[in-house]
């Protein structure tokens, strides 16, 4: 996830190729007699709720969101898609698996590598395209071919551009040329179309050269929007200038929510938009409090996660999506603290209180905590969420009701009581 944010394209401009760090003594931990019966007693219960990550990868959201009409194609104009299933959990694992991969030591193995059969890119072995790829150079593209997908997504990897700001940004572009608002002269005389595997091929390749058209993609989705007016900013599916990943906005209002409140806006690993293990019975999927407190809650845990350097699936899988007793008894038992709950969760609210006052020294304020205008007033189309949408209104009462919770003032802008509570005076 280092990709996105520009944080890679910081570097290069530094002419940071990369950094290396180098150590010879092993690490230990305080108590591995309680870390050991910790784990053994987290292990069954992730096993289990990780068994799809492990045989298919996250590829299984495809089916997932394409079942609950979430699945964002042809730049969000649908939340469905007729040709997911070329690019389905199921297609990939009989038809281009080649073995599993997994950072050291990791239980789950997530990761694949696959293998084009057949076809332009035939004995192309890649990693296997995560979700966000298969949604944001597939469907939001509308090239569900799982061999151009892969060679996609090498091309990205190599050239080290972020799969989910190019996938979103080449969809508005398209979507822009389409209605007229992006002319020929722009696009050199290239038609712009969806469903069209080597022209995005080509326009990725441009864009990593700055050539053309390419050194307007560069910029991403949202400076190209203000070269081009008003109504192209009606079809950007980004917030704070980062593009949305593959999980709804208008479909979940947790996500909504989250993006909206995100420091970094568009990402989906500032809050957590993993509930499919809440009930459907639950007043969560109802109640807008409830939902903006969960928000809170996942913020607060990605950014302990994220001190901890710890794996997403891993960890909210094995240990819970929300901060608790598991994963003080983990620090404790690597650490030799004596923290308790109410430690942890001050310290995921201080890093994001803290992460809010930069932003906000940076001109960040209740006006940049919005969603795309087409997730809060284009209803979904088709399917089973049609109808779908965020409003504005009821996003003002979430984004209050937030604040509140968190201590900041009306413009969202914690407040000085809130800073010296935290420590951050």
Not at 144 to 165: E, K, Q, W
Not at 234 to 245: A, S
Not at 301 to 328: K, M
Request: charged share 25%; proline share 4%.
């Amino acid at each position: 996830m280092a990709g996105r944010g520009g944080i890679g394209s910081v570097l290069g401009s530094k002419k940071v190729k990369a950094v290396v760090v180098q150590g010879k003594k092993k690490t230990a931990v305080a108590d591995s007699v309680e870390l050991g019966n910790l784990l053994r007693e987290c292990a069954e219960p992730m096993k289990k709720k990780t068994q799809g990550l492990s045989g298919f990868g996250t590829p299984i959201l495809v089916n997932l969101y394409q079942s609950q009409g979430a699945l964002g194609t042809r730049n969000l104009q649908q939340e469905v898609n007729a040709s997911w299933e070329a690019i389905s959990a199921e297609r990939f694992k009989d038809h281009h698996f080649v073995k599993h991969s997994a950072c050291a030591q990791c239980p789950v193995a997530c990761g694949k590598v696959s293998e084009v059969k057949e076809g332009e890119f035939a004995g192309l072995r890649w990693k296997m395209p995560e979700y966000e790829t298969l949604f944001a150079l597939g469907t939001m593209t509308d090239n569900c071919d799982p061999g151009f997908i892969i060679a996609a997504n090498r091309v990205c990897d190599l050239l080290g551009m972020d799969t989910i700001s190019m996938g979103v940004t080449l969809s508005f572009a398209i979507e822009c040329y389409e209605r007229g608002i992006l002319g020929s002269k722009d696009t050199e005389g290239i038609p712009l179309r969806f469903g069209d595997p080597g022209l995005v091929l080509n326009l990725i390749q441009k864009t990593a050269k700055g050539e053309g058209l390419g050194s307007l993609l560069a910029e991403g989705s949202f400076r190209l929007a203000d070269r081009l007016g008003p109504e192209a900013k009606k079809l950007l599916y980004g917030v704070k200038g980062l593009e949305i990943p593959g999980h709804s906005a208008r479909v979940y209002p947790i996500n909504g929510i989250g993006y909206a409140t995100n420091t970094r806006g568009g990402s989906h690993h500032d809050h957590r938009p993993t509930f499919r293990a809440i009930p459907p019975d639950d007043p969560l999927h109802r109640d807008l409090n409830l939902q903006t407190e969960f928000v809170i809650n996942t913020q607060n845990f990605s950014a302990v996660g994220d001190s901890l350097t710890q794996c997403r699936f891993v960890t909210e899988q094995g240990f819970g999506i929300r901060l608790g007793s598991n994963h003080v008894r983990l620090i404790n038992a690597v650490t030799g603290w004596q923290m308790e709950l109410q430690d942890l969760e001050r310290i995921g609210e201080r890093i994001v209180t803290l992460e809010r006052a930069f932003n906000c020294r940076e001109g960040i304020s209740r006006k940049e905590d919005v969603l795309p205008y087409r997730v809060t007033h284009e209803p979904v189309q088709e399917g089973v969420t049609k109808g779908k949408l965020f409003p504005v209104e009821k996003l003002e009462k979430a984004l209050s009701y937030y604040y509140s919770k968190r201590g900041w003032d009306k413009d969202g802008i914690p407040t000085p009581e809130t800073m010296r509570k935290l420590g951050l005076t």
